[in-house]
């Protein structure tokens, strides 16, 4: 189209028409700018000095990590806590689910719809109403208080959610792959593992991958399934620092900046899978 | 079939067939029909036992548990004897009651409409092409990634009246910059929406954006031609196309906004004087605080019937879109 030797012949056009889509983008930086700027103002926050008082710069002038410091001190533990309880959220997790949406999509049973149907109404049951029927099971139990405990509330979070999204994505294998490895004389059970899993890798990944955001971001078991200290995710830490160290700013926020790392991170790493989980889940 | 005596040598492999003794022996049809599907089953039986007992039970219990009386003892005597319906006859005589559900209406019509037209509004911009359009469009997702609590301290952070960067902020250009964003009655249940509209939009706006991705560029360019408006061409073509999307997102956005509890706990603990109180809130409240968790069980229950009437609502949809 218009190239740059062009440009002494038309004129008009070739400048009009970028400026013009330039102007969406600074109108979308600043769009951005506004959405992003609580995060933004919980680094800027974490690394000033006295971040407790009223003038908090708009950029951190002199960079101090002194809040990232007491927060790894204090906060450290809570941080592996958080990440032990969704990796076992996650694991059990996969475990449950992908046999079942592999059974939902391949084998013809009856009550399979039924199970479908129920799945994606568990996931209207608020999850306060669960804890609250928990806590008194777990006390029975001896489950309060316990890192098991909690990675399994934790899985319900992600379960039915990953059992919709693997299904949906089983369903579409075709049978002649699976009657194929049966044929070779697989059992269900190995062609489940060798043949429909690694099929399948893209949907696991992106289920295991919103399982472990459901249990890292989780409050409210952690809230209600613990009465002590022993099991203390990272979320619950931060929520009982801010009773605790109201003048403290600088630290609160750096533990709010780690508690969003892992995320970030695993963002990063698997964007195309995120984004395929989400409307794939959600719509479909 | 091939299948069953491929499934039957291939037994020993399987930890979850019923058992090993059944290597090829002539069997008759039907007890080999039976035993493949009660192998199949066993794939599934684990999810159907975790969600019973994490789905399942708890709302069988929460209506129980609406009938006993629950006290701090409970847990050390283990009994809570049955006390017809005077949880019910408490929860409803107290006014606590009405103001969190008026609430609750409150923050779930104002949090929806807030995200759901900002999301329609980001998602039709995102449709114009642009330099930077894809990598604009992800970094909108960010807020999602941090934990909803910890959202809630940043925003509790910036709200804050006198140390706030908002009210310096409104300071700075000239506008009052003393609101007592989070500890006034009249203002804190507005500012935990505002929060909630801020965390929602980027999800309304990626699945609008996807839903408006599948509606055919040619309807809108015959729109065009026929001489409608960029408005009217939006409201007649896109919007009807739209609709089973649209649905989907607000049933989905109801379903989250409705029981919400992360968020209020962390912004305002239901404060100031029960001005942020929902049902959610006061579900853990009476459950966890109070410890009568015979109350937090009829709210509870209550929050049920309102989800029930949504995902009754919500499959139909979902139902009419998969034909």
Redesign the interface.
């Known amino acids: 189209m218009a190239t740059t030797t062009q440009i002494p012949a038309a004129p008009a056009p070739a400048v009009h028409r970028p400026r013009r889509?330039?102007?969406?983008?600074v109108?979308?930086?600043v769009?951005?700018a506004v959405?992003?700027f609580?995060?933004y103002?919980?680094i800027n926050?974490a690394l000033q000095p006295d971040a407790?008082?009223?003038?908090?710069g708009p950029v951190p002038t002199g960079v101090d990590f002194s809040g990232f410091t007491s927060a790894i001190t204090e906060q450290g533990t809570n941080l592996l806590t958080s990440l032990a309880v969704a990796l076992g959220a996650v694991a059990i997790c996969l475990?449950?689910?992908a046999?079942?949406a592999?059974?939902?999509a391949q084998?013809k049973?009856r009550g399979?719809k039924t199970?479908v149907?129920?799945?994606?109404?568990?996931?209207?049951?608020?999850?306060?109403?669960?804890?609250?029927?928990?806590?008194?099971?777990y006390?029975d139990l001896g489950l309060v208080n316990s890192y098991f405990g909690l990675m399994?509330?934790d899985?319900?979070l992600g379960?039915?959610f990953a059992?919709v999204l693997m299904r949906s994505f089983m369903v579409s294998i075709p049978r002649e792959v699976i009657?194929a490895a049966?044929?070779?004389?697989?059992?269900?059970?190995?062609t489940?593992v060798q043949v429909v899993l690694p099929m399948s890798r893209n949907s696991l990944i992106t289920a295991g991958l919103f399982s472990f955001?459901y249990a890292?971001?989780?409050?409210?078991f952690a809230?209600?399934l613990n009465t002590t200290d022993d099991v203390k995710p990272?979320?619950l830490g931060?929520?009982q620092y801010?009773g605790a160290h109201v003048g403290d700013?600088g630290s609160?926020?750096a533990a709010?900046v780690l508690?969003?790392v892992p995320?970030?991170v695993l963002?990063v790493l698997s964007?195309k899978y995120?984004?395929a989980g989400?409307?794939g889940g959600?719509?479909k | 079939m091939?299948?069953t005596t491929?499934?039957a040598?291939?037994?020993p492999?399987?930890?979850?067939?019923p058992a090993a003794d059944t290597v090829k022996k002539p069997v008759n049809p039907r007890s080999a029909k039976r035993r493949k599907?009660l192998?199949?089953?066993?794939?599934?039986a684990?999810?159907?036992i975790?969600?019973a007992l994490?789905?399942g039970?708890?709302?069988v219990?929460?209506i129980v548990?609406s009938f006993q009386d629950y006290s701090p003892s409970t847990?050390f005597t283990g009994e809570a004897p049955f006390n017809g319906t005077d949880n019910w006859s408490n929860v409803f005589n107290d006014g606590l009651f009405g103001k969190a559900l008026w609430q609750t209406i409150l923050f779930t019509v104002g949090s929806l409409v807030g995200q759901f037209c900002i999301g329609l509004a980001?998602a039709v911009?995102?449709t114009?092409?642009?330099?930077?359009?894809g990598i604009?469009r992800?970094?909108?997702?960010?807020?999602w990634?941090?934990?909803?609590?910890?959202?809630g301290?940043?925003?509790?952070?910036?709200f804050d009246q006198?140390?706030g960067?908002l009210n310096?902020f409104l300071g700075t250009i000239g506008l009052p910059g003393d609101t007592p964003w989070l500890t006034s009655t009249s203002m804190a249940l507005i500012s935990v929406i505002l929060v909630n509209i801020?965390i929602g939009?980027?999800?309304n706006m990626?699945?609008l954006y996807?839903?408006l991705q599948e509606v055919p560029k040619e309807l809108n360019e015959a729109a065009a031609l026929d001489g409608a408006s960029a408005w009217r061409t939006f409201r007649s073509v896109t919007l009807p196309m739209l609709k089973p999307?649209i649905t989907?997102v607000l049933v989905?956005g109801f379903?989250s906004t409705?029981?919400i509890?992360?968020l209020v706990?962390?912004l305002t603990d239901g404060g100031p004087a029960d001005s942020t109180q929902t049902l959610?809130t006061l579900?853990?409240q009476n459950?966890?605080v109070q410890m009568d968790?015979g109350a937090?069980?009829v709210v509870?229950?209550i929050?049920?019937l309102i989800?029930?009437v949504?995902?009754v609502f919500?499959?139909r949809v979902?139902r009419n879109e998969g034909k």
Do not use: H
């Open positions: 889509r330039w102007g969406a983008t109108f979308g930086v769009v951005l959405m992003l609580p995060l103002w919980m926050t407790s008082l009223v003038d908090v475990a449950i689910s046999p079942a592999y059974g939902l084998f049973l399979s199970i149907f129920g799945t994606l109404i568990t996931q209207m049951v608020p999850g306060i109403v669960i804890a609250n029927a928990l806590y008194s099971a006390v399994l509330a899985a319900s379960i039915p059992i009657e049966e044929v070779d004389g697989a059992g269900r059970f190995r489940f955001l890292w971001s989780d409050f409210m809230l209600t990272i979320t931060i929520y801010i700013w609160v926020m709010s508690s969003a995320a970030a963002l964007q995120i984004a989400i409307t959600s719509v | 091939s299948s491929a499934s040598a291939a037994l492999a399987d930890p979850k067939a599907s192998a199949q089953w066993g794939f599934i684990p999810a159907v975790f969600m994490f789905f039970y708890p709302l219990r929460n548990m847990f980001l911009f995102f114009r092409r642009f330099p930077l359009n604009l992800s970094l909108i997702l960010l807020p990634l941090v934990p909803m609590v910890v959202s301290i940043v925003w509790r952070r910036i006198d140390t960067v310096s801020w939009i980027p999800f990626v699945i996807g839903g999307v989907v989905l379903m409705v029981k509890l992360d706990l962390a959610g579900t853990y459950s966890f968790f937090g069980a509870g229950n929050l049920i989800s029930a949504f995902a919500y499959l979902n």
